[in-house]
């Protein structure tokens, strides 16, 4: 972070003649004259500002905003922040809906994941970094994640503030590791392979029914399926995308990653695709019940555990390792998180003080880390060195995997990407169809929706 250069004023002495008196003495009388304007300026400067803010519903995270929104209107009582929260799921379709009725607020937290769909439409005001704190564009994006960059940072240009962002872990139950003679800190799986034998190890049957699932992949939602397959996907070799904006996933890179994912079930038999307890609000109650002994997820707060399972918590037999790989040792998950950002259409003065609450809601990331944990922000500097960040368990695991994670797809058609793949998911798994077929079908799908597209 840059702070201001002062300024700094030099006296002279000397012998004055009557002309340097004369001189002097006009230039306080414009001084006197024109004092009256600086003190106007200064009050229209505190002009009251009404600005509107959506942000979406999470128990930890959308507190802590509204917190320090409220904080920010304390130390700025001329502005106002309309402060309002969706569901998770629904942000997105009530800002489409905002933008097209006219009524989409001044400001938003945005999932990274929509942001091409904002930019393309200009429904974004490009942010000065400098009035965030940062002496150039440059100081700015080195502070923060990579994936963030990809989706926030366009043609020399920064649309979004990073709040949260986070990769995936893949989070293990210690204690069945070491009922079935696995010492979870050394045998964790680190390739798909090794995933697969593990999980088919720790699976436990009665007839054909499961009684426990050695591993669990997420099948509740699109936005998980997408979490979850996207860095198998790029691991492969694969893209969503071709530079043309053709779908590529049904290239044989994309055949090679959905055969890993539909692997758990269908070679090692360590997963039943249709046996889940997972819910919206507990994509990971499977592995909370201990139903499955491995799950992918974003880092699980404790009190999550604790309103489960408060055993597990109390004696701790749990702990995320990195993603699998496709080559030993180079796991990576997928990174996602969410950005402040302005809307375009907003006035200037609205844009000014939105940029300015946003620079002091992130002025304290010990207090968010406090408040949030185990969510890292997004930034790099200015909270991990905190000893209340240092204590908490497998901290270096979370950032690890922000850090290493690759970026969901950059694109237009986010919701039809991922609705097509979820459905195709969904058709391999629970109804034995065919992959390549499947993943031609899903090519095709999204091929129509980008042709479909309109920017504006």
Request: glycine share 6%.
């Amino acid at each position: 972070m840059t702070d201001p250069k002062s300024n700094k004023s030099e006296s002279k002495t000397g012998n004055f003649s009557r002309r340097d008196v004369l001189s002097i003495s006009a230039a306080a009388a414009l001084a006197a004259a024109t004092a009256p304007i600086s003190r106007i300026a200064s009050a229209q400067a505190k002009k009251p500002i009404s600005v509107s803010f959506w942000t979406f519903e999470n128990p930890q995270q959308r507190p802590w905003v509204h917190k320090r929104v409220k904080l920010f209107m304390e130390k700025n009582p001329n502005v106002k922040v309309d402060f309002q929260y969706f569901a998770f799921g629904d942000l997105g379709k009530k800002l489409s809906v905002g933008f097209a009725t006219g009524t989409a607020p001044d400001g938003f937290v945005s999932q990274d994941w929509f942001m091409p769909t904002w930019q393309a439409k200009g429904l974004l005001a490009p942010l000065d970094v400098q009035r965030l704190g940062y002496s150039s564009l440059k100081t700015f994006t080195d502070d923060f994640a990579p994936a963030f960059v990809a989706g926030a940072v366009q043609k020399g240009k920064a649309y979004g503030y990073p709040l949260w962002f986070y990769g995936y872990a893949n989070y293990l139950n210690t204690k069945q590791f070491k009922e079935v003679g696995l010492d979870a800190a050394k045998d964790w799986p680190k390739t798909w392979e090794q995933l697969g034998e593990v999980a088919k190890r720790l699976t436990i049957k009665e007839g054909n029914k499961f009684v426990r699932q050695g591993f669990k992949f997420a099948m509740h939602t699109p936005a998980w399926t997408m979490f979850q397959f996207n860095a198998i996907l790029r691991q492969c070799g694969g893209a969503w995308f071709d530079k043309a904006g053709k779908c590529t996933v049904n290239n044989a890179a994309g055949l090679k990653a959905m055969t890993i994912r539909a692997s758990i079930a269908k070679q090692y038999g360590a997963e039943d695709p249709a046996d889940s307890i997972a819910t919206a609000p507990l994509p990971q109650m499977d592995w909370l019940k201990e139903r499955a002994s491995m799950f992918f997820c974003h880092p699980i707060p404790p009190a999550a555990i604790e309103s489960q399972n408060p055993k597990m918590l109390s004696e701790g037999y749990f702990r995320p390792v990195q993603y699998p790989a496709v080559e030993a040792g180079k796991g990576y998950s997928t990174t996602y998180g969410f950005n402040l950002v302005v809307n375009a259409r907003a006035a200037k003065a609205k844009q000014e003080a939105l940029q300015d609450m946003y620079k002091f809601m992130m002025s304290d990331l010990a207090d968010a880390w406090k408040d949030t944990a185990p969510f890292p922000p997004a930034r790099k500097t200015g909270w991990a060195d905190s000893p209340l960040v240092k204590q908490f368990p497998y901290v270096d695991e979370i950032i690890i995997a922000r850090d290493r994670g690759v970026a969901l797809p950059q694109t237009v058609v986010y919701n039809e990407l991922a609705d097509a793949v979820h459905r195709g998911i969904q058709q391999i798994m629970l109804n034995n169809a065919d992959i390549q077929t499947t993943l031609n079908e899903i090519a095709a799908e999204v091929n129509r929706a980008t042709a479909a597209f309109k920017p504006t």
